[in-house]
């Protein structure tokens, strides 16, 4: 982002100049206004780089704590300008305070909270603007930000438990990988020294890791490129629509991690789409927006399918018992809260049950991998290092029939 060096005016008509980083000369303006200067000169400094280094991620925290922070202020009746600039100067992350600077020049000309929020899409999704839009159209803008930050934060949490729980099997598989690398590198090439002025017999097994040790020590540079452009085509067709549908479907196929990515993506959904109903955001609007917090292609286009269905004079319930994604608690509970008009708090229901049962699931599945995580990591290790020692064992005997 450019830099603009200005001189400006202050109430008592003395000079004052400064710079500041901005998008463009209107931005400064505005800034030097809002600080009680009246400009007299805005120039873009050369001396600075347009480039930015370390921006930073934007963070589901940093998300959490403005929108927290936003609703206290909207709740307090502090005006929006001054709410905004509150928030500019509490935020630490520069990415943030650049997007959060341009909605204040947005908002200071004229266009509504929610269209400047729409234009930093990068950080505010569909469902964050419009959640603010029913704020603005129902005059409630405080009650829609703490139901945001709530939404937020219990999808967060779910979130993180999850990732969370790959964690130790991450760091077990990466140690493996390190401690296999280190003695096919380094530890197999002694011993095979050892054994060759030893003149002992080499047994298959010993072979075999001494050749594959061999094959690592020659091609690593060739094993890295091919595990690099591995990672980067898989990459590259996962963000593929039908790759992504099968990768999906089989994965909530699978036996321990299936269920736990069901149950997650549908208490997000169903958190996602109570929010939206109590906030007066219409079922079809609702689910449309729902499905995108699902977090997996089969699920979304369930609710999307169902979406459509509805459309057409469906219940609610029906497409999404006929998609044969849902379990059948959910659909049971969404249609007695649709029969008793109650739906918005049936799916809280719903959402606050599955959440309690993907942190059971988790714990469940940390127990059970764990324990098979060490012995496949065992029998690697023991594996390579029995592989070392038969020929030991020879030498040992042909040293006590020598004596």
Do not use: C
């Not at 099997?169 to 003695?183: C, H, L, R, Y």
């Not at 959910?330 to 959402?351: C, D, F, R």
Request: hydrophobic share 50%; aromatic share 6%; no cysteine.
């Amino acid at each position: 982002m450019p830099t603009y060096r200005y001189t400006a005016k202050d109430v008592f008509g003395f000079s004052v100049t400064g710079t500041y980083e901005a998008a463009s000369e209107k931005e400064v303006q505005i800034y030097l206004r809002r600080n009680g200067l009246t400009p007299v000169t805005i120039k873009r400094s050369w001396l600075h780089s347009d480039i930015q280094f370390g921006e930073g991620r934007i963070k589901m925290k940093d998300l959490i704590v403005f929108t927290r922070m936003f609703a206290a202020l909207a709740r307090a009746a502090v005006p929006l300008d001054q709410a905004l600039n509150v928030l500019h100067e509490q935020t630490t992350n520069r990415a943030f305070r650049r997007a959060i600077q341009r909605i204040i020049v947005d908002v200071e000309s004229g266009v509504a909270l929610s269209e400047a929020m729409r234009n930093q899409s990068s950080i505010f999704d569909s469902l964050y603007v419009n959640m603010i839009v029913a704020g603005e159209r129902s005059g409630n803008l405080d009650l829609m930000l703490e139901r945001l930050a709530d939404l937020l934060e219990r999808t967060d949490a779910v979130r993180r438990k999850i990732k969370g729980a790959m964690v130790y099997p991450a760091v077990v598989i990466t140690m493996a990988a390190i401690v296999v690398g280190v003695m096919v590198t380094f530890v197999v090439p002694t011993f095979v020294n050892m054994f060759a002025d030893a003149g002992v017999p080499i047994p298959f097994l010993t072979q075999l890791v001494i050749d594959v040790s061999n094959y690592v020590r020659a091609k690593w540079g060739l094993i890295l490129t091919v595990v690099a452009g591995t990672i980067i085509a898989l990459r590259h067709l996962i963000r593929r629509e039908s790759v992504a549908q099968g990768l999906d479907r089989i994965l909530l196929r699978t036996k321990v991690i299936g269920p736990i990515i069901q149950k997650g993506a549908i208490a997000r959904t169903t958190r996602t789409l109570s929010t939206l109903l109590h906030s007066g955001i219409g079922i079809l609007d609702g689910l449309e927006l729902a499905s995108e917090t699902a977090g997996n292609v089969v699920i979304r286009d369930a609710m999307l399918n169902a979406r459509t269905a509805i459309a057409g004079g469906s219940d609610v319930a029906e497409p999404l018992r006929q998609s044969g994604v849902f379990p059948p608690l959910v659909t049971s509970m969404v249609a007695i809260g649709q029969q008793a008009g109650e739906l918005e708090e049936m799916l809280a229901k719903v959402a606050d049950f599955y959440e309690d049962d993907v942190n059971r699931a988790i714990d469940g599945a940390v127990r059970l991998v764990e324990p098979m995580l060490l012995v496949v990591l065992g029998v690697i290790v023991g594996g390579i290092l029995a592989s070392l020692y038969l020929p030991l064992f020879d030498m040992i005997a042909n040293m006590g029939e020598a004596i």
